[in-house]
Nanobody, 115 residues
Framework: QVQLVESGGGLVQPGGSLRLSCAGS????????MEWYRQAPGTQRELVAI???????NYADFVKGRFTISRDNAKNTMYLQMNNLKPEDTAVYYC?????????WGQGTQVTVSS
């Protein structure tokens, strides 16, 4: 089973940018969709963005116009470009791959937006 590993999190000032990566240990081609979620302390995990195997995307309203999801099947990697970050974007960000019979989660990467 393909494992997913996130990277790229860190501390950034409000208005700054980060790019998260979600790397597969093997081919991500068979994931019919891949997603980014986030979870802030004391809250439920929420969907941030989704991208299908053919490149269709959808975003949560709270990130539209600021975040961009993409995937590179040749590199077995999905990305989340985050611009104009706000303190309320602070959370652990997780990626998930959706297969026909299972889903795979990464371990998460912390994003902190603070001055």
């Amino acid at each position: 089973q393909v494992q997913l590993v996130e990277s790229g999190g860190g501390l950034v000032q409000p208005g700054g940018s980060l790019r998260l990566s979600c790397a597969g240990s093997g081919s991500i081609f068979n994931f019919y969709a891949m997603e980014w979620y986030r979870q802030a302390p004391g809250t439920q995990r929420e969907l941030v963005a989704i991208i299908t195997s053919v490149g269709s995307t959808n975003y949560a309203d709270f990130v539209k116009g600021r975040f961009t999801i993409s995937r590179d099947n040749a590199k077995n990697t999905m990305y989340l470009q985050m611009n104009n970050l706000k303190p309320e974007d602070t959370a652990v960000y997780y990626c998930r791959g959706l297969g026909t019979r299972t889903s795979v989660w990464g371990q998460g990467t912390q994003v902190t937006v603070s001055s």
